[in-house]
């Protein structure tokens, strides 16, 4: 099973996720430019096929393809597949308002034909040798599925931030390798069956959120979220038990981790080029305005909003479905707000954007 139901629908996602449209922009360049050097579909596909994976409710991954698209039309006029993947779970009503707000596209070429495909990123979505463009952005880091090892000491499998300590919270190096293997183990999933899909000069951008050697993407927000539930164990509104066994099923890598199976696994070795890898520390939309305006209330409403549209699913399908208080979800989401207000340093967050550009060969 999957590790996520999807982003907060009905237009939630969209609305609370600049964040990341910030840290896949940072990286598109790298495509726009590659894109020149595509090699022409043979005559019997007369199309570019486009797929973007884990596009959840569209607004950023329209955003995307459609400067991908600019730059293919810099080619030539060819009618272009815009495929968007997410898991079946995901809200693709919203996806297709977005697509066709008020009954018309919103991507104006009249040679684009967008689709959406339910499916796994970590297995096959399309027909073999059949995209020229694939492209991901911030969803990779969820796990495949859930690893089968436990965590009882922190909601987030690497080490907690020593910026942010707290008593009951701690994770062991060798706590951590069964999740380190299966990051490993998705990452060759989804190269796998990217290799299979691509045409040979097809090119494929890979960004995810990761960590550099100062910040991880998963500090400020699994600590908020962690000390949200923490209180709320010390409060008798959770048990110790639902703090050991909830966890955020993602990872966050380094580059390193992000290409080593490109460079160790012989079948992805030779099936990919590496062109680009990069870290980047990017823009926070919140972080900005905060700087710019002092309003520490907006801030830890802003981040709440981010934090929610991505955590919310998780959280409230592993509640128990009886607990003292109604409204929980709601309460530990107000609770996170409360503190962010109140703790703005101890929860500092760096959007540490992670990224491959790589050609089939
Ligand atoms: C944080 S959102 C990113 C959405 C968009 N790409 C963006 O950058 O704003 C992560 C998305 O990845 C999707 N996702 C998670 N696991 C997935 C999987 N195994 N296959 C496909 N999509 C997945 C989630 O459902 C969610 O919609």
């Known amino acids: 099973m999957p590790t996520t139901t999807g982003m907060k629908g009905g237009g939630y996602y969209d609305a609370n996720s600049r964040e990341q449209r910030s840290a896949s922009q940072s990286f598109l360049p790298w495509l726009e430019t590659a894109i020149a050097e595509l090699p022409e579909p043979p ?4 199309s570019w096929n486009l797929l973007d994976i884990g596009s959840s409710e569209g607004a950023n991954a329209i955003f995307t393809t459609e400067r991908l698209i600019t730059a293919l039309r810099k080619k030539n006029d060819l009618p272009v597949w815009a495929f968007f993947d997410d898991l079946p779970t995901n809200d693709f009503n919203q996806m297709f308002l977005n697509l066709f707000p008020a009954g018309k596209p919103v991507i104006t070429d009249n040679n684009v034909y967008a689709a959406a495909i339910g499916g796994s990123a970590f297995g096959r979505l399309v027909p073999p040798a059949s995209l020229h463009l694939a492209t991901t952005f911030n969803a990779i880091g969820f796990f495949e599925t859930r690893p089968v090892a436990s965590l009882p000491g922190f909601i987030l499998p690497m080490m907690p931030n020593p910026q942010a300590p707290r008593e009951g919270v701690q994770v062991t190096e060798e706590e951590l390798i069964p999740f380190q293997k299966q990051a490993h183990q998705d990452l060759c999933h989804f190269y796998r069956a990217r290799a299979a899909e691509l045409v040979p000069g097809g090119k494929l951008l890979v960004q995810i959120f990761g960590r550099n050697e100062i910040h991880s993407t998963g500090h400020g927000i699994s600590d908020v979220l962690s000390d ?6 010390e409060a008798d509104m959770l048990s110790r038990a639902f703090y050991e066994e909830f966890l955020f099923p993602a990872s966050y890598r380094n580059t390193a981790e992000l290409i080593e199976p490109l460079e160790n ?9 590496i062109d680009q890898v990069d870290a980047r520390d990017v823009p926070v939309p919140f972080n900005e305005a905060f700087t710019a305006n002092g309003d520490r209330a907006a801030w830890a409403r802003s981040y709440t909003g981010f934090l929610r549209a991505f955590t919310e699913p998780v959280l409230a399908a592993a509640l128990p479905d009886k607990l003292p208080q109604e409204n929980t979800v709601e309460k530990i989401y107000q609770r996170i707000e409360r503190l962010l207000q109140d703790h703005p340093d101890r929860y500092e967050f760096h959007f540490i954007s992670i990224a491959t550009l790589l050609t089939r060969l």
């Open 265 to 273: 696994v012989p079948e992805l070795k030779a099936a990919f080029r």
């Open 43 to 46: 005559p019997h596909q007369q």
């Open 228 to 233: 949200a539930l923490l209180d709320f164990v």
